[in-house]
């Protein structure tokens, strides 16, 4: 079983920066992608941030040229860095990993960190 366990969630001030990490149980390189979402308390979870094992990347529109998503396959993690947060950036961040379809293509979720912007 694929275990995630996110960090680095907290209370930021609005323009400051959080950094989270999503540490994998396994190698990293086994999934097609590694997804942030988040939720916003009485909101659906939304995507925030992805990466590929390329690296290719792709953000909400919402959060782009603020976040970045990155990877270190050598520690089985990945980042979201936020910069510039906004009140509107409070929720729970959670890390999705994808298998490939020819593995089976199940999805894996960590248990969530909660990120608050309040000045």
């Known amino acids: 079983q694929v275990q995630l366990v996110e960090s680095g969630g907290g209370l930021g001030q609005p323009g400051g920066s959080l950094r989270l990490s999503c540490v994998a149980s396994?190698?990293?390189?086994?999934?097609?992608?590694m997804v942030w979402y988040h939720q916003a308390p009485g909101m659906l979870r939304e995507l925030v941030a992805s990466?590929?094992?390329?690296?290719?990347?792709n953000y909400a529109d919402s959060v782009k040229g603020r976040f970045a998503i990155s990877r270190d396959n050598a520690k089985n993690t990945v980042y979201l860095q936020m910069n510039s947060l906004k009140p509107e950036d409070t929720a729970v961040y959670y890390c999705k990993a994808d298998l490939y379809a020819w593995s089976g293509g199940a999805k894996y979720w960590g248990q969530g960190t909660q990120v608050t912007v309040s000045s």
């Open positions: 990466i590929a094992n390329d690296r290719s990347t």
């Open positions: 396994t190698s990293i390189l086994e999934f097609a992608a």
